[in-house]
Antibody
């Protein structure tokens, strides 16, 4: 079955760039679907960061758009997140997820498969 | 941006009881774009309901979703011990996903 696994540094210094990768197994990214990043600060709720289509088209949360870049590497079956100029407020568990955008029937949109998450702390 | 407000913040119930969780949107949401997730401590969110009322694969039928427009409900008909967790609603609109702040279902 489809599995997602986040990876990257667990500690990032303030003002630097956070970089994470999501490796997909059990499904070829180039076959379709959108792929997204979501984060959860300690003890708080979920915040969507942005998403990418297998072709490379992206859409981002307006509140983070100026600092976010999401890219895809179909040869490695991975997609990546870069978040620049981080502060302590960016400390969170970061999840990657698959997005379903049905193009038939009820045209449902939802996130069905999630990675386990990776904790990123911003601190000097 | 559509804001989702969940109520109550915490629901204290006993196993076997019925749980009713509310998700209210600041403006109308397409039912096709409304989902519910369950999250347990230290785990990723798990999709329960999509399209406002369709259960995801492997989700027991004690979980059901309903509603339309600005008011949506997740119902757990009879709480099992493994159902005590935090529940989030989520919507997609104008190329933006937003989540409610969550409802914690705790053991009374």
């Amino acid at each position: 079955q489809v599995q997602l696994q986040e990876s990257g540094p667990g500690l990032v210094k303030p003002s630097e760039t956070l970089s994470l990768t999501c490796t997909v197994s059990g499904y070829s990214i180039s076959s379709g679907y959108y792929w997204g990043w979501i984060r959860q600060p300690p003890g708080k709720g979920l915040e969507w960061i942005g998403s990418i289509y297998h072709s490379g088209s992206t859409y981002y949360n307006p509140s983070l758009k100026s600092r976010v870049t999401i890219s895809v590497d179909t040869s490695k079956n991975q997609f990546s997140l870069k978040l620049s100029s981080v502060t302590a407020a960016d400390t969170a568990v970061y999840y990657c997820a698959r997005e379903i955008h049905e193009d038939y029937g009820d045209y449902n949109y939802y996130m069905d498969v999630w990675g386990k998450g990776t904790t990123v702390t911003v601190s000097s | 941006e559509i804001v989702l407000t969940q109520s109550p913040g915490t629901l204290s119930l006993s196993p076997g009881e019925r749980a009713t969780l509310s998700c209210r949107a600041s403006q109308s949401v397409s039912s096709s774009y409304l989902a519910w997730f369950q999250q347990k401590p230290g785990q990723a969110p798990r999709l329960l309901i999509f399209g406002a009322s369709s259960r995801a694969t492997g989700i027991p039928d004690r979980f059901s979703g309903s509603g339309s427009g600005t008011d949506f409900t997740l119902t757990i008909s009879r709480l099992e011990p493994e159902d005590f967790a935090v529940y989030y609603c989520q919507q997609y609109g104008s190329s933006l996903w937003t989540f409610g702040q969550g409802t914690k279902v705790e053991i009374k």
